[in-house]
């Protein structure tokens, strides 16, 4: 098992991305924290691991609330001892243009895809410098690397998570610490749902030109990334073993975006 009893903080994970890591993870012998703003479906997630003969904990955590974050890896720490790998994956979406784009939503984006990284990897850290290992995983986008119209504030976060990692990677090296960022491309989770109709108003374009053109357009075989796609990387950096890696990202689009 490439993961027997490492402890996994995998936040956003009672559904879409971060439940399908938190699921390989225990597959791979992982005890993994289900983190996430909703306890009650973290909790599920949670049992549902459990069920099926793995090692998972729930806990509720406000990415933007340091005090909860903290008061979650505390949690952990009490019931595990240590963290050796953080998915920093929570997130939400919210398009407009720039001159529509309440000031109040761009601060709310950069709070949760942004601010949560940090708060989260602040809290890990010094457990990982402890043990002298750990894997730090941020969840970007092929927007951390590609803009595309009417997503301002979640470009600007997902570009900001490069550079957080590279930090990370730099400081975090010489203490066994290393740190990758994930870009998939658009998979279908009712985070990628809710835009469709979203985007379809904004561009004057039919939902499904919204989905065959905005979407799929630029793939190689006009498929979504799939989930297990993503968690099938997200084991990979967490596996990895060694630095060689580090402060790298990895785009897994179907081909919408290569380098």
């Known amino acids: 098992m490439k993961l027997k009893d490492k402890v996994c903080i995998v936040t956003g994970a009672a559904s879409g991305i971060g439940k399908a890591i938190a699921d390989i993870y225990a597959g791979e012998g992982g005890k993994v924290v289900i983190a996430d703003l909703n ?5 599920k997630a949670a049992d549902d691991i459990v069920a099926s003969g793995g090692q998972a904990m729930a806990v509720a955590m406000d990415v933007t609330s340091e005090e909860q974050v903290n008061d979650g890896v505390a949690k952990v720490i009490a019931a595990w001892g240590t963290v050796d790998v953080l998915v920093s994956n929570a997130g939400i979406q919210i398009v407009n243009p720039v001159e529509n784009y309440a000031y109040s939503d761009w601060k709310k984006m950069l709070a949760i895809h942004l601010d949560g990284a940090f708060l989260t990897s602040k809290a890990v850290l010094p457990h990982m410098y402890a043990a002298g290992s750990g894997s730090v995983i941020f969840m970007g986008s092929v927007h951390s690397k590609e803009a595309s119209p009417l997503k301002s504030a ?3 976060a997902k570009h900001g998570l490069l550079g957080l990692s590279r930090v990370i990677a730099k ?3 010489k203490k066994g610490v290393r740190t990758n960022v994930i ?6 989770t009712p985070l990628v749902d809710k835009q469709i109709p979203e ?3 904004e561009l004057g374009i039919s939902e499904e030109e919204v989905i065959s053109r905005v979407m799929l357009g630029g793939t190689v075989d006009s498929e979504f990334t799939t989930v297990d796609d993503i968690a099938q990387v997200a084991l990979f950096f967490a596996s990895f073993p060694t630095n060689a890696l580090t402060g790298q990202s990895l785009v897994a689009s179907h081909g919408w975006f290569m380098e």
Do not use: H, I
């Open 154 to 156: 979640y470009v600007t």
């Open 199 to 201: 985007q379809a108003k």
């Open 39 to 43: 306890l009650e479906a973290a909790q």
């Open 183 to 188: 870009c998939p491309g658009f998979v279908r």
């Open 171 to 173: 400081e975090g090296g």
